[in-house]
């Protein structure tokens, strides 16, 4: 499994863009990067999820450079709602709802008013 | 339509007593999963029901753990006994047999004093 390493924490302010960078050195030909959201006291919500290039949906949008060793997902003009845990996860497929899937620390968002 | 909901909310248990965390998947959804994140630690994936199967208990800590999903509906997990290290929020996920996401639930957290 290609390990990913997140910032810890991140502030902004509402109205805000916010990019949250995960890097996964290791990811293999046949892995996609997904992206869940955590709110206190709630279980993870799937985002995202993208192979190369760019993805975007009614929440985020997500950026994969060609050599795919990193991606970054964009929350545009951010609320206080948006305060949350994010993790970036690298999987084998699209049928990553299918397999277990592995969570790291994550990334802590804090949207100030 | 109802998402994936698990019962209790708390429990509050002495070291050495059983504690049984019940599932209820979104209708339809033939995978069903427990996770859990221990204090400090992350999410943690501990296994994997393919209806009423097991297709994949790697994950499951030890036999104190017992986890049933008979019929192929809603499932329980049972800690017996339940040991200090055990505390922490116990997550149940499911997915349909297609797709990408993976549904939580609220969680059950577990002190066990």
């Known amino acids: 499994l290609a390990k990913t390493t997140q910032p810890i924490s991140m502030d902004s302010y509402e109205g805000q863009e916010v990019n949250i960078t995960c890097s996964h050195n290791n990811i293999a030909t046949n892995d996609y990067i997904t992206w869940y959201q955590q709110f206190p006291s709630q279980g993870p919500r799937f985002i995202i999820q993208?192979?190369?290039t760019k993805v975007t949906n009614e929440v985020a949008s997500l950026f994969i450079p060609a050599d795919r060793k990193s991606s970054t997902l964009s929350l545009p003009r951010v609320s206080l709602s948006d305060t949350a845990v994010y993790y970036c996860l690298v999987g084998r497929g699209t049928d990553t709802g299918r397999r277990a899937l592995t969570f790291g620390s994550g990334t802590r968002l804090q949207v100030q008013p | 339509e109802a998402g994936v909901t698990q019962f209790p909310s708390h429990s509050v248990i002495e070291k050495g007593q059983t504690v049984t965390l019940r599932c209820d998947p979104i209708s339809g959804h033939d995978n069903l999963y427990w996770y859990r994140r221990v204090m400090g630690k992350e999410i943690k994936f501990l296994l994997h029901f393919v209806k009423e199967s097991k297709q994949d208990e790697s994950g499951m800590p030890n036999n104190r753990f017992l986890a049933e999903r008979t019929g192929g509906t809603y499932s329980t997990l049972k800690v017996q006994p339940a040991e200090l290290e055990d505390s922490g929020v116990y997550f149940c996920?499911?997915?349909?047999?297609?797709?990408?996401?993976?549904?939580f639930g609220p969680g059950t957290r577990l002190t066990v004093l």
């Open positions: 996920a499911s997915s349909p047999p297609e797709g990408n996401e993976q549904f």
């Open positions: 993208g192979y190369k």
